[in-house]
């Protein structure tokens, strides 16, 4: 359904917000394998770990990439409780409405898009989420956006460039990691965040270790700002 086709839902500030990212990476530090994709990485107890995650956060940040590529399964699977609105983030393009985010989710999702590909997602789409056009994409804007929206728990899934515009802008407080236990060697595979540039003053914020915990192989941190 189209519900704005403006940005004058988000003119206030952002309030009590907490923004966190949910990641695995191997032991050389690669969220993917050689063909880009995440398959066969990770565990079911993984799976579990990110269900009981996911369940804390009122709404989940998918990047246009991650859709395509991966076609995440976002309903809990392997524990009970609410689930976090699929927030999708498409500002060039369209994504097929045979993904499993339009098929199997609980909740209709969110989708940001932009002038650019307004059409095109509402001749798609309309029925399948509640969609806003975005007259910016900075992080800031879609953070406040959510926020008028009533989101103040939000994860971000969409990526390591993705995470890399939210981290720029020091605006995610958590990270949620975990350790899987594979070497996969090739330089040209992201780690967590995937950006060109090195982060301002980036060894005078230490992220302090909050939880760890150790199943079989893989390890599982947060860490908070």
């Known amino acids: 359904?189209?519900?704005?086709?403006?940005?004058?839902?988000?003119?206030?500030?952002?309030?009590n917000l907490i923004l966190a990212i949910n990641m695995a990476m191997t032991l050389d530090g690669k969220v993917a394998r050689p063909d880009g994709k995440w398959y066969g990485l990770s565990s079911r107890e993984d799976k579990k770990k990110m269900d009981l995650i996911r369940s804390q956060y009122e709404a989940l940040i998918?990047?246009?990439?991650?859709?395509?590529?991966?076609d995440?399964?976002?309903?809990?699977?392997?524990?009970s409780g609410k689930e976090p609105t699929p927030v999708l983030l498409i500002r060039k393009g369209i994504i097929p409405k045979t993904k499993k985010v339009f098929l199997h989710t609980k909740k209709k999702p969110i989708l940001f898009c932009s002038k650019i590909n307004e059409q095109e997602i509402l001749s798609e789409l309309n029925e399948l989420a509640d969609i806003y056009v975005l007259n910016s994409f900075e992080p800031k804007n879609i953070l406040s956006k959510l926020n008028d929206l009533g989101f103040e728990k939000i994860l971000l899934e969409g990526g390591p460039s993705l995470n890399d515009v939210f981290f720029k802008e020091d605006l995610i407080q958590r990270i949620h990691l975990t350790i899987v236990p594979y070497l996969i060697g090739q330089n040209s595979i992201p780690s967590i965040a995937n950006g060109e540039k090195s982060y301002l003053d980036f060894d005078k914020?230490?992220?302090?270790?909050t939880n760890l915990e150790k199943i079989e192989d893989e390890i599982f941190l947060t860490y908070d700002l």
Request: a positive charge; proline letters at 3%; zero cysteines.
């Open 1 to 15: 359904m189209f519900r704005s086709s403006n940005d004058d839902f988000g003119k206030r500030e952002i309030k």
């Open 62 to 70: 998918l990047g246009k990439n991650s859709i395509i590529n991966d």
């Open 72 to 79: 995440p399964v976002i309903h809990l699977r392997y524990v």
């Open 205 to 209: 914020k230490k992220w302090s270790l």
